[in-house]
């Protein structure tokens, strides 16, 4: 799981040479390998110069045999003279680009740790619990670093007072322990947001323990077992997840509606947004998810448009069936990120496409 110490670690890498970092959208639901492979090899053309074939080819080779639906995102940081190579996969995307310069280009990493939302899922019955991350998809348990944390010891008192519940006292107070370790992992680690799990019976009072600072970080929670597997503490943290997701998608939309119209921050409807592919200014590509629409394409010169005779090339255009997946894939190869959103009225009425530019 990437953390802001493998960014340092890598910052201080150095090298007589320029080195290639190299940042791959890899997801499959928004374009099918062969297209990755393409894309790959147009941006191992920019640093051929510097990066060998037989490198080159390790690239490609890895991309051949590694790629599956699971991964997302790829970055590379090669030094073209020999080590390091390192590679790093990712369960999200990442906003493509090849960069030949004196340092690692961390940029993309950086995004990474800024835009996604770190969870902290703890998981309890009456006697025991399990704290996982949750980050860019990936699960961690970190059960052994949370034991490490000063927790409330039974001392009777106040505890008891507080909380007189149905449950036992002992219960109450491995809750109340639990609750307080959990403050002070967050002091020190500060996750974005809590998911809580276990039985139904015990979750309201573990909730009522949390410090206000937590119990306001609250993101959701769900019914499980402490015997079940990670994973399914993974994907039940990633539906919690989603929930938090559709609400910043939702001001994400709310967003791109402000910024219309002032001073070129952002356009929408089709042909604006494809006037911006265009003329390569998209810096985030906003698309209601499963939104189409047909439209055409210039051989020569690549422009997209919605009607056949848009461009200035003498060539007749070629009709694409699905004009939205032509405009993401020219965001993409200009570096843009792109963000699904689902079941907006809101995009809707903005004309299903949106997209904030670069200037
Ligand atoms: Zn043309």
Redesign the pocket.
């Known amino acids: 799981m990437l953390t802001s110490a493998d960014i340092k670690e890598l910052n201080a890498i150095k090298s007589s040479n320029p080195l290639i970092s190299l940042y791959l959208n890899t997801d499959q639901e928004l374009q099918n390998k062969e297209k990755i492979l393409t894309s790959a090899k147009d941006l191992l053309k920019k640093v051929a110069d510097t990066l060998p074939t037989n490198l080159q080819q390790k690239v490609l080779d890895y991309l051949d045999q590694e790629l599956n639906q699971e991964i997302k995102g790829l970055a590379f940081f090669i030094d073209p003279a020999g080590e390091p190579w390192r590679q790093y996969q990712f369960r999200v995307p990442v906003r493509q680009g090849v960069y030949q310069e004196a340092n690692l280009h961390l940029t993309q990493l950086e995004e990474l740790l800024d835009e996604y939302e770190r969870y902290c899922t703890v998981v309890l019955d009456k006697e025991k619990a399990q704290i996982f991350t949750v980050f860019l998809s990936e699960i961690e348990d970190i059960t052994d670093i949370f034991n490490e944390f000063p927790g409330q010891h039974a001392q009777g008192g106040w505890s008891q007072k507080r909380f007189q519940g149905h449950i036992e006292d002992h219960v109450q107070r491995h809750l109340k322990e639990i609750a307080t370790k959990t403050y002070g992992l967050f002091k020190q680690d500060s996750f974005d947001r809590l998911i809580i799990a276990g039985s139904k019976e015990i979750l309201p009072d573990f909730k009522k323990a949390l410090h206000p600072d937590l119990q306001s970080r609250l993101a959701g929670d769900f019914a499980t077992e402490l015997f079940q597997p990670t994973e399914h503490f993974l994907q039940e943290s990633l539906k919690v997840a989603e929930k938090v997701e559709r609400e910043k998608e939702a001001e994400l939309v709310k967003e791109l509606g402000d910024n219309l119209g002032v001073g070129n921050k952002a356009v929408s409807g089709v042909r604006d947004t494809l006037q911006a592919v265009n003329d390569k200014k998209v810096m985030k590509l906003v698309l209601a998810d499963g939104f189409t629409q047909s439209g055409y394409n210039?051989p020569?010169?690549g422009?997209l448009g919605l009607e056949a005779d848009e461009?200035?090339?003498q060539?007749e255009l070629e009709e694409v069936a699905d004009l939205i997946d032509e405009m993401m894939q020219a965001a993409i190869a200009q570096g843009a990120r792109v963000e699904f959103v689902k079941g907006s009225k809101e995009l809707e009425d903005l004309g299903n496409v949106g997209a904030f530019l670069r200037y």
Request: charged fraction near 10%; proline fraction near 0%; hydrophobic fraction near 10%.
């Open positions: 210039c020569s010169c422009l461009c200035g090339c060539d």
